[in-house]
């Protein structure tokens, strides 16, 4: 009979590790909190190894009184909160006493802390679960946590870990997000004792052109709401500047970065109309919420919220950016003056021009080319014959969506079978195509690739290079060849002979986001869909794309032989039937 017994402490805390300590990109966003919650406005950030060998946070806090050093290292043990009530409105980072414990559990830990009361520094020492004697030591105002070889008594964990580019590029990701959440405090980050980002006290604009460069600050529009308690600030990006990527999304709740279905959701529904399905938008945006009316005791990592009145925290958001986004040229605001004492730079932008998509016509040789197919005439045509004044025959049985007649507005393909007319939607139904060619080439493992002639480079950053030599494997399983070819430069060498070699960048970078974002194993397996998906997305043919009429012809043919195409990827139809009964109604035939 199996007997339930107590786990030793130590145990306790590998196992809360698992959950809050996932890498060193995690440890180093707690202690990061951790430091902000002291009151710091200078943090130093040191790595080795990505942050394996070492992570090192310094910062000129209020520091630990040296009584407290041992408690700081114990679970459960916090100055954030005390009660149900405290944890019910938490207006503090941190909160639940985890984080230090799981690292002394997983790592050496070093804390050394000078309290602004005391009369000199102190340190005190764990690993494996135990603790030394606090001790003297030397340091200013301050506290400094040193963490080394994370996950060093736990091999079979530590071998989940990626490679060291991976790991730092991480922990760079996380070190940026905390970085433009406070911009009235100054930080700065190393790695392998080389200078990475150094970031003096500066206004909000300052820090989004530090970290995310000017032109994302010269094409985006400032939002600035406050209705009672709610107050959303920050900026985002005109349609214009669109990425291929989620990589530069932040969203802040109360200062903390999460990522929230119902606020993403109101993201993407304020750009639903100028933006196209497949570009992602870019913002930095900063929601202040009453503490009571957020839930940010959801997810071990603290990234995930829920709200109280969600609709109407949704309904707020989506308003204010969809105002935002409409507001005519000479009429954006500066940043609003409550993120710091510093004077905020106006933005302006430029007023965008919606092109006009002319009116196609049928083309000329559309009916000529019917009857030829239909009849098998081709050389009459050259010899000048004349069309029959009788109608020639369509078979249903044989090509249901008939033949390409025209293409209209660079949209619609017109066709005419022996129903009536047929209004395809190019795009939708060739992206339906291309990705079920997708989807059977990597069942079957033969997704078939096109070596490039000339290979397309692209800038890319730290983490994105990290998970293109870390995933080497799954990048050619979906038919790429991507190389790097200096520290922030990748290369396309080869593709999926499906997809265009237009989008090669594009596509990608699609791919790297999936991998760097979900892992190998999910991006392969739950969402193997939504990337091929995108990738079949990037491939087919764009609006206000001339297409011959063989061309049409060749995509009603394959839709004719191709699963589900009556609808898109996204569930909308691909084509419409109209029959000559309804023409005839229309034009009020016969009456």
């Not at 020492?125 to 301050?142: F, K, L, M, N, V």
């Not at 989940?160 to 100054?186: G, H, M, V």
């Amino acid at each position: 009979m199996a007997i339930i017994q107590l786990l030793p402490d130590l145990l306790i805390n590998q196992i809360a590790a698992g959950e809050v300590i996932e890498r060193p990109a995690s440890a180093l966003k707690e202690l990061l909190e951790n430091s902000l919650d002291a009151g710091s406005s200078e943090i130093t950030v040191q790595l080795e190894g990505g942050g394996i060998k070492l992570l090192r946070v310094r910062d000129n806090g209020n520091g630990i009184a040296p009584e407290q050093l041992s408690l700081a290292l114990m679970r459960h043990a916090t100055s954030k909160i005390a009660s149900l009530d405290d944890l019910q409105r938490v207006a503090s980072m941190g909160f639940r006493g985890e984080a230090l414990a799981s690292m002394a559990a997983v790592a050496q830990v070093t804390l050394t802390s000078h309290h602004k009361d005391a009369a000199h520094a102190w340190k005190i020492e764990a690993a494996d679960g135990t603790q030394s004697d606090t001790s003297p030591a030397s340091h200013a105002y301050g506290t400094s946590i040193e963490m080394r070889e994370l996950y060093f008594n736990t091999p079979a964990r530590r071998k989940f870990l990626k490679s060291e580019n991976t790991e730092f590029a991480w922990c760079e990701e996380s070190f940026k997000r905390i970085a433009l959440s406070r911009p009235d405090a100054a930080f700065s980050l190393q790695h392998n004792g080389r200078s990475v980002l150094q970031l003096a006290r500066q206004t909000l604009a300052q820090r989004i052109n530090a970290i995310l460069g000017e032109e994302f600050g010269q094409h985006a529009v400032v939002i600035e709401r406050q209705i009672a308690d709610l107050h959303l600030y920050g900026i985002a990006a005109l349609p214009a500047y669109s990425r291929s990527t989620r990589d530069e999304q932040y969203f802040f709740v109360n200062g903390r970065f999460v990522r929230d279905k119902v606020l993403m959701h109101a993201v993407r529904q304020s750009y639903q109309d100028i933006l196209h399905h497949q570009r992602h938008p870019a913002f930095v945006l900063f929601l202040d919420i009453p503490p009571e009316q957020v839930d940010v005791n959801v997810h071990p990592a603290k990234s995930e919220v829920r709200f109280r009145e969600s609709q109407g925290i949704h309904q707020f958001v989506f308003h204010a950016l969809q105002e935002a986004l409409s507001m005519p040229i000479g009429e954006a605001s500066s940043f609003p003056t409550n993120v710091s004492k510093i004077e905020k730079p106006v933005l302006s932008f430029p007023l965008a021009q919606q092109q006009r998509i002319p009116f196609g016509v049928a083309q000329q040789q559309a009916t000529y080319r019917l009857w030829e197919a239909q009849t098998g005439n081709s050389e009459e045509l050259k010899n000048g014959t004349t069309l029959p004044s009788s109608p020639f025959t369509l078979h249903d049985s044989e090509h249901p969506l008939g033949f390409a007649l025209a293409q209209l507005s660079g949209i619609y393909v017109l066709a005419q079978n022996e129903k009536g007319l047929i209004v395809v939607d190019m795009h939708a139904a060739h992206e339906r195509i291309v990705y079920e060619k997708l989807k059977a080439a990597l069942d079957e493992q033969q997704i078939p690739t096109q070596p490039l002639l000339i290979p397309v480079t692209f800038h890319a950053d730290n983490l994105d290079v990290a998970t293109a030599e870390e995933e080497h494997t799954t990048i050619s399983k979906l038919g790429f060849d991507l190389t790097t070819i200096s520290p922030n430069t990748l290369a396309v060498r080869a593709m999926p002979a499906m997809l265009k070699q237009a989008h090669a960048e594009t596509a990608a970078r699609e791919v790297l986001h999936e991998l760097r974002e979900f892992g190998s194993s999910r991006a392969l397996t739950e969402r193997r869909n939504e990337l091929l998906a995108s990738l079949a997305c990037h491939s087919a043919v764009r609006a206000n794309q001339q297409l011959s009429i063989p061309e049409m012809n060749a995509i009603l043919r394959e839709m004719e032989q191709t699963e589900r195409a009556d609808q898109c990827n996204h569930g909308r139809p691909t084509w419409y039937q109209i029959s000559l009964s309804e023409l005839d109604a229309m034009f009020m035939r016969g009456k």
